[in-house]
């Protein structure tokens, strides 16, 4: 019968565990005794597995690996080395977590997904079906990746962002604060998509540029940002659609006319530097021919 004992889990829960005998015979790591592990499976000596959480059959649990309270470790799924699943976390079935990653709290890894070697999900974030993150990326709190999406390497997205199914988030880029990125559309390497922003469906932000807080792209709509600009040395992004006509976010100011930004121009810097430097970004983006081709092109669903 195997020995039972009273173990301190994280130096803070005490439960009943058990070392576990793996198939070879061998002593594994300690498991507490309500946890549900599947009997075929070796569970190495230095991991452990928490009270009530669960590991299905034909999934790998690493050396050094940590499988938290009433977490549960899907069919075949695997945990990497020195890796760990926070509590009440679902790590789904063929899915894998990589070396030194970290999935939180209550975060769920779809059927499929795979978190890189030292990435982090953070608590209550989503990682759906056959989904991607990178070597060393980070999924904020709360923030939810769609079923099929991919997020790169040392990328960002930050908590309560979102990347809709089939998207992709290169290396190095970052999704801000409750910004969202849609269905199918595309982030570049390196590039930023600001706290609150919006990127539609289909839209495409290319590598290195960035949207401005707040702003909002969909996939046909003329775009371009730049700075720093103005008294507090901000950026501006200027979106162009054929509903809405030409749109400005700078500062605090979001989705304006042109002719709104100029007022607000006059009033608080009027001749000066400043007012200039907006004054020339506006007579540039009015004057770029990227805007002339987008107002020619024809509407989508129009004949040509």
């Known amino acids: 019968m195997t020995e039972t004992f009273d173990h301190l889990f994280g130096g803070w829960k005490q439960a009943k565990a058990r070392r576990w005998r793996n198939p070879d015979g061998s002593d594994g790591g300690i498991v507490a005794m309500d946890a549900s592990i599947h009997s075929a499976l070796t569970i190495p000596n230095d991991a452990i597995v928490w009270p009530g959480a669960s590991v299905g059959e034909g999934a790998r649990v690493s050396d050094g690996a940590s ?20 509590d009440g976390a679902s790590v789904g079935a063929r899915a894998s977590v990589g070396a030194r990653a970290s999935v939180g709290a209550r975060a769920s890894v779809g059927d499929g997904a795979s978190v890189g070697y030292g990435a982090s999900v953070g608590a209550r974030a989503s990682v759906g079906d056959g989904a991607s993150v990178g070597y060393g990326a980070s999924v904020g709190y709360g923030a939810s990746v769609g079923d099929g999406a991919s997020v790169g390497y040392d990328a960002r997205v930050s908590d309560g962002a979102s990347v809709g199914a089939r998207a992709s988030v290169g290396y190095g880029a970052s999704v801000g604060y409750g910004a969202s990125v849609g269905d199918g559309a595309s982030v570049g390497a390196r590039a930023s998509v600001g706290a609150r922003a919006r990127v539609g469906d289909g839209a495409r932000v290319g590598y290195g540029a960035s949207v401005g807080y707040g702003a909002s792209i969909d996939a046909d709509d003329w775009w371009l940002s730049g700075g720093p600009c103005g008294s507090r040395d901000g950026f501006w992004t200027a979106v162009w659609s054929r509903n ?59 004949k040509p």
């Open 67 to 86: 499988v938290g309270a009433r977490a549960s470790v899907g069919d075949g799924a695997s945990v990497g080395y020195g890796a760990s699943v926070g």
């Open 244 to 302: 809405h006509g030409l749109r400005w976010w700078v500062g605090c100011q979001h989705g304006i006319s042109t002719d709104h930004l100029l007022e607000r121009v006059e009033a608080a810097h009027g001749p000066n530097a400043h007012g200039d430097d907006y004054r020339a970004v506006i007579a540039f983006v009015e004057g770029h021919p990227g805007l002339a081709r987008a107002k020619a092109r024809p509407a989508t669903g129009d």
